[in-house]
């Protein structure tokens, strides 16, 4: 697999092998971009700045988890008071 040009190995369990190849085009995708507009020289500013990207990206839809889990959870405990009220 090539991330930026350069190779690199991996081992992955054949059910994540895709999902590896999707990441590893959405990281050269993002790389490229960020080369594209601003100009760095040094590979590792963009790997930071990509990195920096996609943590928090993952931060921002774990924390929106996060919250629709909790609101489903207050949701469904409300059903579930409004039947043990009819049951009642």
Known sequence: ???????YSISVVRDEEEVVRKAAELLNKSIKDYSNSYEYKDQQDLFAMV?????????GIEELKSFKDEEMKNKLLEIDNMLAEQLA
């Open 1 to 7: 697999m090539f991330i930026a040009g350069r190779p």
């Open 51 to 59: 990195a920096l990207q996609h943590v928090a990206n993952s931060i």
